[in-house]
């Protein structure tokens, strides 16, 4: 069962954004769904791949606040560095071999869940009211 459901509650609008929305979504509950299946090495190939998608989300959220010249684009790339900092710190207790995956594994899940459903509806809603308007 998945972590999180994609809804409409969630778009913003701009189309592009709502895609990879929906793919970092996945990618959660990839994350979340693999967390007590596979080995330690294979929940953190699936980590990665989560990580690189995050970078490419936020540089192209990123690039188009600042084309639409979003005046809010300094703070916003502030939550973006501190959620990169945080699922970098995730990670390395995935690969703690002291740590328990499926805990690590679980908690990291939840809390992806969590920031982004708070984000998208918050912070992203901001921006895409500004561009849209």
């Excluded at 979504?25 to 994350?31: A, G, P, R, S, T």
């Excluded at 294979?42 to 980590?47: E, G, P, S």
């Excluded at 192209?60 to 916003?76: A, I, Q």
Aim: proline share 1%.
């Amino acid at each position: 069962m998945s972590l999180f459901v994609w809804g409409q509650k969630y778009a913003i609008g701009v189309e592009e954004m709502d895609q990879q929305h929906q793919q970092l979504v996945d990618l959660i509950n990839e994350v979340y769904d693999h967390r007590d299946h596979h080995s330690r090495e294979h929940l953190c190939k699936i980590i990665l791949s989560l990580i690189q998608y995050i970078e490419k989300h936020f540089r192209s959220e990123e690039d188009l606040m600042k084309n639409f010249h979003y005046p809010d684009l300094k703070e916003h790339k502030r939550c973006h560095d501190k959620l990169k900092k945080k699922v970098a710190d995730l990670k390395n207790e995935v690969l703690d071999e002291n740590k328990d995956v499926g805990e690590s594994g679980t908690y990291l899940g939840i809390f992806l869940c969590r920031w982004l459903c708070d984000h998208i509806l918050n912070e992203d809603q901001k921006y895409a009211k500004f561009i849209n308007k």
